[in-house]
């Protein structure tokens, strides 16, 4: 396993990513990415720490150090085990670095139990198994076809779809366009498959692609959003924006310009049910919705202690309307952290003598996380209210004596808080919901596990494939059956016409 200084060079590699009409030289140094490129190196020592590698890392079947998620579980306190090392690893960017490594190693910690479901690739599989424990590498991934013509055939965007256009001797070259690679450009794979129907239509099987690809390949070229860490850098100071200018995972469209993919990286080539069926059918949409609740948890820990300091500093924590507010975010902040837990101690059996996460608490993860993140925004709104605006515009206003005298009068907080001490607080909360770095935490969250029809739908999908439905309807008609027009059916409950008829018994 790298470690941080290791990752940081890793990333000096070539590769090619546009920012504002520039190609950047090196994203370990560049104003755009550096700080969110150290950020995750915090999390490569984190795994040589001695206080936090036992919480972090196992030991895999072949002897090597790796962390906990890398590893398929076999049993529950494994998968509690490696809860809690994402968890940990969470916790040092608070929650708001959701594609952390980990998070990819929710489908590379399935490929060797599930080796076999990738026919005529099964080594390769087992290969990327075993070389993503090894070496723990960052990899992002885009499963999404570009918001383009939705309402045409897929073969109608042929050109644009992701797509093999040749076959060589070693390997298949591909062309075509995937979103939204987040953190691509501080990663060192792009897993590239297909959530939506990898059939392009009219017998063309060449969209049906699953492969890894380096971030560093020629062809390949990163596309990505606006810096919200380089806007930070130049609008402020990290006092400004504690969370932009070091968290942001920057998004990006990723171009696959005749790109060769060697045999040994493609997990299906012209396989359409392999293409379509990788994400229910390989534990990936129990393993990532695991990794997904366990850092949404630690995250709402976060806003919790944000929201007591915050009405602490206002001298409204004791209202009445207020604590229900705080009550209500920490019932949110329960409920996730109950459903972690219970994917952990409720497994499903997997193949090989593995365990997976339980996927009908994953489905309550996926349909809540989305509802909940707006509701907690709004109440921060509510309750901390104008006090997220009425802060000076920088924190070199703190630094102006003739500005200071005013700032420590006028900006001061309850109980003897500073107002250093209390803008810093409303600037964090600012950042975490109010800025443009805030606006892309929701619209994450909101998307996190895709579109707001389709996460329900899986609900009801997964059901209905566990006989689940069926277990609910027969409950109902179990309660259907104790009566009919002529009363109860059973003796344990006397019907009235006969309570009535024994009433006209004793009479007579």
């Known amino acids: 396993m790298m470690n941080g200084k290791e990752y940081l060079e890793s990333l000096r590699d070539g590769r090619v990513v546009y920012l504002n009409g520039e190609q950047v030289d090196d994203v370990t140094t560049h104003p755009a990415y550096r ?30 150090r790796t962390f906990k998620f890398f590893k398929a579980s076999t049993s529950a306190k494994e998968l509690l085990e490696a809860r809690d090392a994402m968890a940990e690893w969470s916790k040092l960017s608070y929650g708001f670095m959701g594609r952390t490594p980990d998070y990819k190693a929710a489908f590379t910690g399935s490929l060797g139990p599930f080796a076999d479901f990738y026919e005529g690739f099964e080594d390769n599989a087992r290969r990327w198994y075993k070389k993503a424990q090894r070496e723990v590498p960052f990899c992002n991934h885009t499963i999404v076809n570009p918001q383009m013509d939705r309402d045409q055939p897929l073969h109608k965007n042929k050109d644009v779809f992701v797509r093999a256009v040749e076959e060589r001797d070693d390997g298949v070259v591909v062309s075509g366009v995937k979103m939204v690679g987040t953190s691509a450009a501080l990663t060192h794979y792009n897993f590239v498959a297909n959530y939506s129907p990898a059939d392009l239509g009219e017998g063309d099987k060449s969209h049906a692609l699953i492969f890894f690809v380096p971030m560093n390949a020629p062809g390949l070229k990163i596309i990505s959003r606006q810096s919200f860490e380089e806007m930070a850098t130049k609008n402020g100071t990290p006092f400004d924006y504690p969370l932009s200018s070091r968290f942001d995972e920057n998004d990006a469209v990723i171009v696959l310009d005749n790109v060769l993919i060697p045999w040994e990286d493609i997990l299906t080539y012209n396989n359409v049910d392999i293409a379509n069926g990788f994400r229910p059918k390989t534990g990936w949409l129990n393993r990532y919705t695991f990794q997904g609740c366990t850092r949404f948890a630690v995250k709402l820990d976060f806003m919790v202690g944000l929201l007591l300091k915050a009405t602490e500093m206002a001298g409204t924590s004791r209202f009445r309307g207020v604590q229900a507010n705080i009550g209500e975010v920490i019932s949110y902040r329960n409920m996730f952290w109950a459903i972690s837990t219970a994917m952990a101690s409720d497994p499903e059996e997997g193949p090989n003598g593995t365990v997976l996460p339980n996927s009908t608490y994953a489905t309550a993860y996926r349909t809540f996380a ?18 997220l605006i009425q802060l000076p515009s920088s924190s070199k206003d703190f630094l102006n004596p003739e500005i200071r005298q ?89 019907n009235p016409e006969k309570e009535l008829q024994k009433a006209m018994s004793a009479l007579s």
Request: hydrophobic share 35%; no cysteine.
């Open 35 to 64: 700080n969110a490129a150290r950020s995750v190196a915090r999390l490569y020592d984190a795994l040589h720490d001695p206080e936090t590698a036992p919480t972090l890392t196992t030991e895999t079947e072949d002897g090597h």
């Open 370 to 387: 989305p509802t909940v993140w707006p509701k907690i925004k709004g109440i921060f709104e509510q309750v901390v209210a104008g006090g």
């Open 406 to 494: 005013y700032l420590d009068q006028y900006y001061k907080g309850s109980g003897g808080v500073s107002a250093e001490e209390r803008v810093k607080v409303m600037k964090l909360i600012w950042d975490a919901i109010g800025t443009e770095f805030g606006g892309r935490h929701e619209l994450y969250e909101i998307n996190y596990a895709g579109n707001h029809e389709g996460i329900r739908l899986d609900a009801l999908k997964m059901a209905n494939t566990a006989g689940q439905t069926d277990q609910y309807k027969g409950f109902v008609d179990k309660a259907l059956s104790d009566y009919d027009l002529s009363g109860w059916t059973s003796d344990d409950w006397i």
